[in-house]
């Protein structure tokens, strides 16, 4: 079982950066793909991001050349560095752990972005 404890939501102007982080342990998968996701009230949940054991990132196109995200292989951590906010990001943002058909969820951390 992996467990995923995010941090770092909250409240910011439009325009404005927050950075998400997230700590992975238990059974971390040596493949796995660590990433985000988000899910605005009243819509399905969407990946933001993500990123390999290599390295290797995929972002959805409408956070493209804003938001960056990391990971810290060694302490099993995944960060989301978000700027230029704008209210269409507000959503509840979940970090992820995927392997093999496999997603493991943490319990999300609210970002909400004011107009």
């Known amino acids: 079982q992996v467990r995923l404890v995010e941090s770092g939501g909250g409240f910011v102007q439009t325009a404005g950066p927050l950075r998400l982080s997230c700590a992975a342990s238990g059974r971390i998968a040596p493949d796995a793909v660590l990433g985000w996701y988000r899910q605005a009230l009243g819509s399905q949940r969407e990946l933001v991001a993500d990123?390999?054991?290599?390295?290797?990132?995929n972002y959805r196109d409408s956070v493209k050349g804003r938001f960056t995200i990391s990971r810290d292989k060694a302490k099993n951590t995944v960060a989301l560095q978000m700027n230029n906010l704008k209210p269409e990001d507000t959503a509840v943002y979940y970090c992820?752990?995927?392997?093999?058909?496999?997603?493991?969820w943490g319990t999300g951390t609210q970002v909400t972005v004011a107009s």
């Open positions: 990123i390999t054991i290599g390295g290797i990132t």
């Open positions: 992820n752990h995927r392997t093999g058909g496999m997603y493991s």
